[in-house]
């Protein structure tokens, strides 16, 4: 792996475009969807992602190379948090950005801001196709539970989301740099 020097901030509005461009190539050239599935629509809708939780991007080199949504249990946009757990969502890295450290920045923001948030844990749910995101967020803290896994219907050839979840004590937050 190739480590980029990876800056992390808030999207912005004009971000958006681009945040579901990413969102819809990490997604379908990954293999993890088809091009008819429902939940790439959701995948797609930046706007509902900004609106619903909050939404953060990666730049290297001043180009957003990759995006993921911190929802709150209490807020709309979380499926899977619990009460003093937090959630991210749809974190997509630009197939051309893989590999270089941008989806390991987002994660480290994340947990750094659930450190600062006082949150218990941290939750993700993610395709069984990821095993590459799996292996990232097992080497930051994160461990398996089934008895949290969902299966949705009707998106596709995958519909099993393999639960992770790192408790507050797990590891350092932010170790490295992003």
Known sequence: MTTTHVHVR???ETDLPRIS??????????GHLV???RYLTVISDA???MRGGELF????DGAVAGSVVLARAEGDFAELARPGELEFRVLAVDPAFQGR???RALVRHLLRLAAEDGAEAMVICSM??????HALYIAEGFVRRPDRDLVIDGIGRFPTFVHLLRPAAAGAAGRGSD
């Open 128 to 133: 069984d196709t990821m095993v590459a995101a």
């Open 10 to 12: 808030r999207a912005r």
């Open 57 to 60: 991007v990666a730049e290297v």
């Open 101 to 103: 450290g941008v989806g």
């Open 21 to 30: 461009e990413i969102s819809r190539a990490a997604y379908l050239d990954g």
């Open 47 to 49: 706007e509902a992602r």
């Open 35 to 37: 091009q008819d599935s």
